[in-house]
């Protein structure tokens, strides 16, 4: 699998999810091109779906454009413009024989569009990236360098490490990256695209989203044994939840018990700024140092 782009490449934009801002759309549109891409906007991107206006075009468009890019054997990277909700509606739509007989290709996106992230790992065993989406609020200028940097240079990117990061629970851990926004790993349990994070490190975020949801969704993947083995835990934002103290305390009861190293505001999620952190790939997690460090 090729996983650096050139200029020239070409890139498929499409909606697996939420309808797309037309303004965010272009801006995003120019930030790719002005990195040498020829960027494909698929006509899903600028559509509605006829009676849920939540969503992008209905689920069969949707799944058929996320498909036909991912066949094209022009387009380099298939990336999601934004998310919302929708992602899990088309899953049982797309021909995952098809996609998997078909050269290897990139995935880029992030929040609704972690059931994808889990669906590629499952069905075709490729890695993938969680990134900030162009067509986003949060696809500011330090955002769209780490998505540009992932794409273009994956084998200089070494050491992933936000801010504000902070050792929550200390040690090092190795295993494999899974994960993404916390909402989307619930909703996904029980699906045969759910992926579990035995042996490897879990990436936690979400936005939103009250303290006692937090609680519940985090109890449940725990009472579902989706951490069971888990090596470490990476969190990243909680824009929009309740206080960053109170949910830095909730995840440490509700997770503290797995006994494994625990990472704080890791600097991935929903948040100007937000780094582009691969999926499927083996890494450690540096909890005394607060870092992400991806192997060869």
């Known amino acids: 699998m090729r996983t650096a782009l050139r200029p020239g490449d070409t890139v498929a934009l499409v909606a697996p999810a939420g309808p797309v801002p037309a303004?965010?759309?272009?801006?995003?549109v120019a930030v790719m091109e002005s990195w040498g891409l020829r960027v494909r906007c698929f006509p899903g991107v600028r559509a509605r779906h006829p009676q849920l206006s939540y969503l992008a075009g209905t689920d069969a468009q949707r799944a058929a454009e996320f498909q036909e890019a991912?066949?094209?054997?022009?387009v380099k990277a298939v990336i999601a413009a934004r998310g919302g909700y929708g992602c899990h509606r088309m899953l049982g739509t797309v021909d995952w024989a098809a996609l998997r007989a078909a050269e290897p290709t990139l995935f880029a996106g992030s929040s609704d569009t972690t059931a994808l992230h889990d669906a590629i790992?499952?069905?075709?065993?490729?890695?993938?990236?969680?990134?900030?989406?162009?067509?986003?609020?949060?696809?500011?200028?330090?955002?769209?360098?780490?998505?540009?940097?992932?794409?273009?240079?994956?084998?200089?990117?070494?050491?992933?490490?936000?801010?504000?990061a902070e050792t929550l629970v200390p040690g090092r851990a190795r295993g494999t990256l899974v994960g993404g926004n916390l909402s989307l790993l619930a909703a996904g349990l029980?699906?045969?695209?759910?992926?579990?994070?035995r042996g490897g490190i879990a990436?936690?975020?979400?936005?939103?989203?009250?303290?006692?949801?937090i609680d519940r969704l985090l109890t449940q993947l725990v009472r579902a044994g989706l951490f069971d083995g888990v090596h470490g835990i990476a969190l990243g934002s909680w824009t929009g939840c309740a206080s960053p103290e109170s949910v830095r305390a909730l995840v440490l009861e509700r997770l503290g018990p797995l006994g494994v190293p625990m990472v704080?505001?890791?600097?991935?999620?929903?948040?100007?700024?937000?780094l582009t952190v691969p999926l499927g790939v083996p890494a450690q997690l540096d909890a005394d140092a607060a870092s992400l460090v991806l192997d060869d």
């Open 121 to 164: 790992g499952v069905h075709l065993g490729l890695p993938t990236l969680f990134s900030p989406m162009p067509a986003t609020t949060h696809f500011d200028a330090e955002a769209a360098e780490g998505l540009r940097a992932a794409l273009f240079t994956p084998d200089i990117v070494r050491v992933l490490r936000g801010p504000g």
């Open 70 to 74: 991912w066949l094209d054997p022009d």
């Open 23 to 28: 303004e965010r759309l272009d801006a995003g």
């Open 203 to 213: 990436l936690l975020e979400d936005v939103g989203e009250e303290l006692y949801r």
């Open 190 to 197: 029980g699906t045969p695209e759910c992926r579990q994070a």
């Open 264 to 274: 704080w505001n890791l600097g991935f999620g929903h948040h100007a700024g937000a």
